[in-house]
């Protein structure tokens, strides 16, 4: 079992920056991804970026350039760095960590990040 708890979302200006943290605690060994989604009222979930234990890294192209994904796999713990913030990346940021030899998968709880234009 894997429990995720992120942190650091909030309302910012567009033009301006968050960083988001997402712990991960509980049992797991292997190599794994982790990663954030975000779901917009009335839009379906989808994947903003992510990175893996290797450090293999995927961007949705609407954030290329303005989001960064690191992680530290000593603390656990996944980071998204949002720049240049526009109103259309409001929404609810869901921290994802998935194994990737059984494929379980694992979400936190969200965390709201308001971009006010």
């Known amino acids: 079992q894997v429990h995720l708890v992120e942190s650091g979302g909030g309302l910012v200006q567009a033009g301006g920056s968050l960083r988001l943290s997402c712990v991960a605690s509980?049992?797991?060994?292997?190599?794994?991804?982790m990663g954030w989604y975000r779901q917009a009222p009335g839009k379906q979930r989808e994947l903003v970026a992510s990175?893996?234990?290797?450090?293999?890294?995927n961007y949705a192209d609407s954030v290329k350039g303005r989001f960064a994904i690191s992680r530290d796999n000593v603390k656990s713990t996944v980071y998204l760095q949002m720049s240049s913030l526009k109103p259309e990346d409001t929404a609810i940021y869901y921290c994802?960590?998935?194994?990737?030899?059984?494929?379980?998968?694992?979400w936190g709880q969200g965390t709201q990040v308001t971009v006010s234009s």
């Open positions: 509980g049992s797991f060994f292997g190599p794994n991804a």
């Open positions: 990175i893996t234990s290797g450090g293999n890294t």
């Open positions: 994802h960590h998935r194994l990737l030899v059984s494929n379980r998968e694992y």
